[in-house]
C-alpha cells in the first residue's frame, strides 16, 4: 500500500475514534450520572458490565470459589482440627502441627456446625441447605450416613450419654432430637425465633437454645428474644427465658463450673428514632449473662466502649479454667477477651438497679474486657484446644484460621487453608459488606440488619424527616441485583444510588465509600447473595393440592361470584414470575398516619415465609394479616370474596414461591428426565 | 523504506515523551522529615484565656524549621516575611503548611499558607479580626478561630471554615464559648477547647464536633484541679495527648493522656514523675512524643522527645537560651481523617432535638442513692429571655424544633417552677440536624434505652415559643 493509503486509512480512523470518542464520552456519562446518582464515577464500564455478571463465561472468569470457614471443632489430642468450609460445602480436616490441610470431606449444602463425639470417632455436620446432618466416621475419613432433620439444621449438641443429637433447625425454630442408635428423629420442640446456637451445661443436665430473630411483636411493644432451656434427662422443654431488648444471640458457652451461661447478643435502637450514631444511637453490642441457680438473674453486659463500638458478636467459648471468654466480633475483626471473675465480682458487687442500668452503659466493658486480639476478615467461630492453651478463630473471608495463645492473647500463627489466593471485586465487596469500618465508631455494617444478607425481622424508624414518622421494615437482600428499583419507596433506581452519598449522610454519618469499594459492595450484592432452598414449603418443585388451588387464586382474573377482577387488582399483575414483582410502584391503600404520601415499590415474594412481620412498616405479623387485617377494602388484591380456606391456600401458594435458580434446576432435571 | 522512516520518528517521539515525563517527576527532590516549631524571645507569661495575649496571639514568635538528623545545624526561619508566626500545621500530603501570621506589628493576625518547597506563601484568610489556630480538614477546607463579638457569642473566638482560598466561609459554633487550639480526630471530627464565657466563666474543656458543626458535645473536662492548656492530638495508638496546667501551682503544667474510646475515665498523666515544666506535645509517625519541656522557670523551654511507654524524656532536640520553643510539628505525610458527610441544610431555619428522659440523670447510672427529684416540665432559656416552657411526657420525652444556629439551655423544673436540675451547657443546632441526648446531665457513657419516646408521636414544639410557625424549606434525607 501507498503511503498516501496508509495516511488515508490512518486519518480516516482517527476521524472515527473522535466522532465516537466525544459524543460517546458525553452518552457515557450521562448513562454512569443516572446509574449511579452522583456526576464524578469514573467512566469504567467494568464496573457495571463485568463485575456484575451474575453467571455465564465472563462471570466464572473473574470469581472464584472460595472455602469460607465458618465453624469449628478440635479433636481432644489437639492435632486435628474439623473445620467447616461454608461456601465450598465441605468439612477440611485440618493438622493443627503441619498447619495443613489433610482432607476435604464433601457434606450438604451450606454447612453450618461440626461437632465431634466424646470417643472422638464420629464428627456431626449441621447443613443448613439441604435439611440434614452429615456423620463422618473420622477413622475413615468419610461420611457413613445422613441423617434428616427439620428446616435449617445449625447448631449441634450430643447428650451427654452421647446417644442423642440435638439439632437447632434455624429455619422452622424447632429442636430435633435424633436417636443416633436408629437415625430417626424422636421428638421436635419450638424454639424461639431463628434459633442456632445450643449448649450443654457442664453437668449435661441442661440444654441451652439461643435465638436470633426476636420474637414478633408489634412495632413498639419492649423487642424479646427467646433462650429455650430443656432438661436433658426428661428431654422437655423446662423454661423459655425471653431476653429484654436484645437479639441476634448467636452462640452460648458454660463456665466449666456451670455457675454462668454466657450468650452473644446485639441491643439495638430500633424504636429510638435514627437520628445520629453517636453515643450508641443506632446498636450496641454485648453478652447475656445467665446464673445458673434458683432464682438466677440475667445480666446484659456490652462490650463496646463509648467511642468504639464491637459489632456482630459471634462466637463464645471459654477455657476450661473459666477464667476468659474470648468473643468473635466479626465486624470489626477482633476477639474480645472477657476476665469472668470480674463479670462475677460486678454482678455481686451491684444492686439489682445498677445491673439493670449497665446493659445500657457503654463505658462497663472496661472493668471486665481484658483485651482486643485483632483478626483477619470476618471471624466466626472459635475453637479451643482441649489443654486450653490455643485458641482457633475461623477467618471467614480470609480463607484461615487464626492461632492465638491463650496466656500470651497474641496471634501466634495462620493456617492457611488454601482458598484462592485473588480477592475478586466481589469477595472485596462482601468483606466490606460484613465490615463496620465504614459506619461511625464501627457502630453497625450491612450485616448487622440485614444478617445472612436477609433482614433482621426488625422495623426501624428511620426518621428521614421528622421524627416518629415513616417506619421502615427491614428488606431481604437475597438476590435483589435484579428487581430495582430500591427501598419501599423506590427513590434508589440503583444498587450505586442506595449504598452512596445518601447512605452515608442518613445511615453510616461517615465517609462514604470510595467508588472502587462501592464497585466491590455493588458486585456483591448483585451476583454474590443466593436466596436459600424453600425446603420446609417447596422442596421439589412439586406443589401440594393446597398450593396449586393457592396458584388458581393467585393468577385468577375473576372473583368468586364471576366478576372480573381489574387488571390492577390482581395479584399475577403486580406479582409476576420469576421474582414476583413487575418492578413498579404501587398504591395499596396501607399508608400509616405517619407516612408521607408515596407509593410503594412491589416487593419480590420469592422466599416471602421468612421475611416476617410484613408490608413496608411491618403492621402484618403474618402474611394473612396482610388481608384479614390491612386489606379490608381490596386495594392490595381483590381477597374479601375468599373464604378462609381460600385464603388458607393463597397463602400456602406464596409460601412456596421460591428463587428461579431452584426452578432451574428442576427443569434441567425434568428434561433430563424426559 | 517510508514505513521504516515512520516507524522510527514514531519510537523516537514516544521516548522523548515518555523520557520528558520521567525525568519532569524527578524534579520533586525528596524531602526528609523535619521538625517544624514556633519559637518566641519574649518572657512566657502563664496562660489567660481571656486575654490570649500571653497564648495564642504571641509577639515576635517565629515558625522555624529543623533537621532532626542535624539538630545542630542551622534552623531555617520560615517566616521571615511575618512580623509573628505561629500555630504551625502540615497538610495531609506534607506538601504544605498552614499557620497563623502578623504580617506587621499591628495588623490583625491571619491564617496563611505556605508550600514548604519554595517556601511561597498566600493568605487564606483576611479579616479585620483576629483569626488563629488553622487546622486542615479533608476535602480542601480547614478550621480555625476567629474573634467576634456579637449578641450569641458576647466577645470571644468561634470556630470557622473555609475552602483553601478562603472561600465559602462558615461559622460552626454558636455558643458563648470561647474556642481554641482545635486539632482533627481520624474520625473526621474536630478536637477543640471551649471554655464559656457568659453568663458565667467556666472551665476550658475539650468539646468534640463534626466540621459543620453539628453534634457538638463535651469531649473531657479536666480533674477539678487543672485546665486544659493545649489542643489535643490523637497518637497512632488510639489516645489523645495534651498538656495540662495546675489551677492552684502555675509553672508545673503536666503531659497528660487519655483514650479516645473512652476520654473521660482513662486520664493518665505521663509526667507526675518528672519535674520540670510541660508546655506542648506533637505525636510523632514513630509512637514517640515530641514535647515542649523546660527543667524550671529559669529555663527556657526546649525540644525533646519523649517516651510515652516509659514515661521519660528523650533526647534533646534542640535548646536554645535565647527561645521558648511554643509548640512543634513534624513534616511528612500522614493520614488523611475520614470526611464526613453533612447533614446541614442551610435552607432550613431549625434543628430537631429530642430527649428520652428527662428524669435519667448520671446519679441513676453511677448507683447514687440521693433522692432524684422528678420533674415534668423543662425551661428553655436564650442568651438574653427564657424562650418557652414546654410540659415534657409522661416518659420523661420532650421533641423540640428549635430556631437554628441559636444557643440556648435547659433546665428542669417542678410544677411550682422551682428550677430542679441546671441549667445545661449551652446547645445549639444547626440547620437541618436532628440531635438527641438520653437525659438532662447524663452518664455520658450511657446509650438510649430502645423505647419509642411518647414525644415524637406528637409534631415537635417550636422554640421559641412565641413562634407558632415557621416557613422553611422541606427536606427529606431518605
Redo the contacts between chains.
Keep these: 500500500m501507498k ?1 498516501s493509503g ?1 495516511l488515508s486509512v490512518l486519518l480516516f480512523f482517527s476521524v472515527l475514534g473522535l466522532i465516537v470518542y466525544f459524543p460517546g464520552r458525553k452518552w457515557a456519562r450521562v448513562h454512569v450520572n443516572a446509574k449511579t446518582a452522583v456526576d464524578d464515577h469514573p467512566l469504567n464500564c467494568l464496573s457495571c458490565h463485568l463485575y456484575t455478571q451474575k453467571s455465564g463465561f465472563i462471570s466464572k472468569l473473574i470469581n472464584r470459589k472460595y472455602l469460607s470457614p465458618f465453624n469449628m471443632a478440635v479433636s481432644k489430642e489437639g492435632d486435628r482440627l474439623y473445620v467447616i468450609a461454608q461456601d465450598d460445602n465441605s468439612l477440611l480436616v485440618v493438622d493443627t502441627e503441619k498447619k495443613k490441610v489433610l482432607k476435604k470431606i464433601s457434606v450438604g449444602n451450606l454447612p453450618h456446625t461440626v461437632i465431634l463425639s466424646n470417643d472422638g470417632q464420629r464428627a456431626y455436620v449441621s447443613n443448613e441447605w439441604s435439611d440434614d446432618v452429615s456423620v463422618i466416621d473420622l477413622n475413615t475419613i468419610r461420611v457413613v450416613d445422613t441423617l434428616k432433620t427439620g428446616n435449617g439444621p445449625a447448631g449441634l449438641s450430643l447428650s451427654a450419654d452421647n446417644k442423642s443429637l440435638y439439632v437447632v433447625n434455624s429455619y422452622s425454630s424447632n429442636i430435633s432430637v435424633l436417636d443416633l442408635n436408629t437415625g430417626e428423629e424422636r421428638k421436635r420442640f419450638d424454639t424461639g425465633n431463628n434459633p442456632t446456637g445450643t449448649q450443654l451445661s457442664p453437668d449435661g443436665k441442661t440444654l441451652y437454645v439461643t435465638s436470633r430473630r426476636a420474637l414478633i411483636a408489634p412495632y ?1 411493644e ?2 424479646e428474644s427467646e433462650i429455650t432451656v430443656l432438661d436433658e434427662t426428661s428431654q422437655k422443654i423446662t423454661k423459655r427465658r425471653n431476653i429484654e ?1 436484645a437479639y441476634m444471640m448467636e452462640n452460648v458457652a458454660f463456665t466449666p463450673t456451670g455457675d454462668l451461661a454466657i450468650m452473644t447478643m446485639i ?7 435514627s ?2 450514631v ?4 443506632m446498636m ?1 453490642y454485648g453478652i447475656v449473662v445467665i446464673e445458673q441457680k434458683e432464682n438466677g438473674r440475667v445480666i446484659q453486659l456490652l462490650l463496646d ?4 463500638y464491637y459489632s456482630d458478636p459471634f462466637d463464645i467459648v471459654i477455657t476450661p479454667d473459666g477464667k476468659k471468654a474470648f468473643v468473635s466480633h466479626s465486624g470489626v475483626n477482633t476477639i474480645s477477651v472477657v476476665n469472668i471473675d470480674s463479670v462475677r465480682s460486678l454482678i455481686a458487687e ?2 439489682p ?2 445491673l439493670n ?1 449497665y446493659s ?5 466493658s ?1 472493668r471486665y474486657v481484658i483485651k482486643r486480639i485483632k483478626t483477619g476478615a470476618d471471624p466466626k467461630g472459635l475453637a479451643l484446644s482441649s489443654d486450653g492453651k490455643l485458641l482457633y478463630v475461623a477467618e471467614q473471608l480470609e480463607d484461615r484460621i487464626a492461632v492465638i495463645n491463650t496466656e500470651s492473647l497474641e496471634t501466634v500463627g495462620a493456617i492457611d487453608l488454601g482458598g484462592p489466593n485473588k480477592i475478586t471485586v466481589a469477595r472485596q465487596g462482601r468483606r466490606l459488606f460484613n465490615n463496620s469500618g465504614h459506619t ?2 464501627n457502630q453497625f455494617d450491612c450485616y448487622t440488619c440485614h444478617p445472612d444478607m436477609h433482614e433482621d425481622g426488625l422495623v426501624y ?8 414518622r ?1 417506619l421502615t421494615n427491614t428488606q431481604s437482600l437475597r438476590d435483589i441485583g435484579d428487581t430495582p428499583p430500591y ?1 419501599w ?1 423506590g ?1 434508589n433506581q440503583t444498587v450505586y444510588k442506595q449504598d452512596g ?2 447512605f ?3 445511615l453510616t ?4 465509600f470510595n467508588y472502587n469499594d462501592l464497585d466491590a459492595i455493588t458486585a456483591y450484592i448483585i451476583t454474590g447473595i443466593p436466596y436459600p432452598p424453600n425446603l420446609q414449603y417447596n422442596p421439589n418443585g412439586e406443589l401440594t393440592e393446597s398450593q396449586l388451588r393457592g396458584k388458581a387464586l393467585f393468577d385468577r382474573a375473576k372473583d368468586n361470584l364471576g366478576n372480573d377482577i381489574p387488571e390492577n387488582n390482581r395479584c399475577i399483575t403486580c406479582h409476576p414470575p420469576p421474582y414476583y414483582t413487575n418492578l413498579k410502584m404501587a398504591y395499596v391503600k396501607t399508608l400509616a398516619l405517619s407516612d ?1 404520601s408515596m407509593l410503594f415499590d412491589t416487593p419480590h415474594l420469592n422466599n416471602i415465609y421468612a421475611s416476617p412481620p410484613y408490608l413496608h412498616d411491618g403492621r402484618a405479623a403474618t402474611l394473612e394479616e396482610i388481608w384479614t387485617k390491612y386489606g379490608k377494602e381490596d386495594k392490595h388484591g381483590r381477597v374479601n370474596d375468599m373464604t378462609k380456606n381460600q385464603l388458607n391456600d393463597l397463602i400456602d401458594y406464596l409460601k412456596s414461591l421460591r428463587a428461579p435458580a431452584y426452578e432451574h434446576i428442576v427443569s434441567k432435571k425434568f428434561h433430563a428426565k424426559n | 523504506m ?2 521504516i522512516r515512520a516507524t522510527l520518528v514514531f519510537f523516537v517521539v514516544m521516548s522523548i515523551g515518555s523520557a520528558c515525563i520521567f525525568f519532569s517527576s524527578c524534579t520533586e527532590k525528596s524531602m526528609n522529615e523535619m521538625i517544624i516549631f514556633t519559637r518566641s524571645s519574649g518572657k512566657p507569661k502563664y496562660l489567660d484565656y481571656d486575654t490570649t495575649d500571653s497564648w495564642r496571639y504571641i509577639p515576635q514568635a517565629q515558625i522555624v524549621e529543623l533537621d532532626p538528623n542535624n539538630p545542630a545545624g542551622s534552623l531555617k526561619v520560615l517566616s521571615t516575611n511575618y512580623y509573628s508566626a505561629r500555630s504551625p500545621q502540615i497538610s495531609f500530603d506534607g506538601k504544605y503548611l498552614l499557620f497563623a501570621g502578623q504580617q506587621k506589628q499591628n495588623d490583625p493576625w491571619q491564617i496563611w499558607e505556605m508550600n514548604l518547597r519554595d517556601l511561597k506563601t498566600r493568605q487564606i484568610i483576611a479579616s479585620k479580626e483576629n483569626c488563629t489556630d488553622p487546622v486542615y480538614l ?1 476535602g480542601g477546607r480547614l478550621v480555625f478561630s476567629k474573634f467576634a463579638s456579637n449578641d450569641t457569642l458576647k466577645a470571644g473566638h468561634s470556630l470557622f471554615t473555609c475552602n483553601l482560598d478562603g472561600s465559602n466561609l462558615k461559622r460552626i459554633t454558636f455558643n458563648p464559648h470561647t474556642y481554641f487550639a482545635s486539632s482533627i480526630l481520624s ?2 471530627r474536630v478536637l477543640t477547647v471551649g471554655k464559656q464565657i457568659f453568663p458565667e466563666k467556666g472551665d476550658p474543656m475539650f468539646i468534640i464536633l463534626r466540621p459543620d458543626g453539628t ?1 457538638a ?1 463535651m469531649f473531657y473536662k479536666g480533674t477539678k484541679d487543672t485546665f486544659i492548656t493545649s489542643p489535643g492530638l490523637e497518637t497512632n495508638n488510639g489516645r489523645i495527648v495534651f498538656i495540662e496546667s495546675d489551677k492552684v501551682f502555675r509553672g508545673k503544667d503536666n503531659l497528660i493522656s487519655i483514650s ?6 482513662s486520664r493518665v498523666n505521663l509526667t507526675s514523675d518528672i519535674g520540670g515544666d510541660f508546655h506542648a506535645v506533637c505525636p510523632l509517625h514513630s509512637g514517640r512524643l515530641m514535647v515542649s519541656y523546660r527543667k524550671s522557670e529559669s529555663d527556657r523551654y526546649s525540644l525533646y522527645e519523649f517516651d510515652p511507654d516509659n514515661k521519660a524524656l528523650g533526647k534533646v532536640l534542640y535548646n536554645n537560651a535565647e527561645y521558648d520553643v511554643l509548640e512543634a510539628v513534624e513534616t511528612g505525610k500522614h493520614d488523611r481523617p ?6 446541614v441544610d442551610l435552607g432550613v431555619k431549625t434543628g ?1 432535638l ?1 430527649c ?1 428522659d428527662i428524669n435519667v440523670s448520671d446519679m ?2 453511677s ?1 447514687s442513692t440521693a433522692s432524684i427529684p422528678k420533674s415534668s416540665r423543662i425551661e428553655i432559656v436564650g442568651i438574653d429571655s427564657t424562650l418557652g416552657s414546654v410540659e415534657v411526657e409522661e416518659d420523661g420525652s420532650f ?1 423540640l424544633k428549635v430556631l437554628a444556629d441559636k444557643p440556648f439551655q435547659i433546665q428542669t423544673v417542678d410544677k411550682d417552677g422551682h428550677i430542679l436540675q441546671g441549667p445545661s451547657a449551652w446547645i445549639w443546632l444547626r440547620p437541618n440536624e ?3 441526648c ?1 437525659g438532662c446531665h447524663q ?11 411518647l414525644s ?2 406528637k ?2 414544639v417550636i422554640i421559641p415559643m412565641h413562634i407558632n410557625n415557621v416557613i422553611e424549606k ?5
Design positions: 503511503t496508509i413498639g419492649t423487642l431488648s441491643r439495638p435502637k430500633n424504636l429510638v428514632p437520628i445520629q453517636e453515643q450508641g444511637w450496641t466502649e463509648p467511642n468504639a451491684s444492686s438497679e445498677l442500668s445500657d452503659n457503654l463505658g462497663i472496661s461511625f465508631q424508624n428511620m426518621a428521614s424527616k421528622d421524627m416518629g415513616n427501598k419507596n427513590k452519598m445518601r452515608s449522610t442518613v454519618r461517615t465517609e462514604q408521607d | 517510508n514505513k479533608p474520625d473526621g453534634k458535645d479516645y474510646n473512652r476520654p473521660l475515665h475520614k470526611k464526613l458527610p453533612s447533614e430537631l429530642l428520652q441513676q447510672s448507683g421533641y436532628r440531635r438527641g438520653v452518664n455520658p457513657e450511657m446509650v438510649p434505652v430502645n423505647r419509642i419516646p415524637v408521636k409534631s415537635p422541606k427536606v427529606s434525607l431518605e
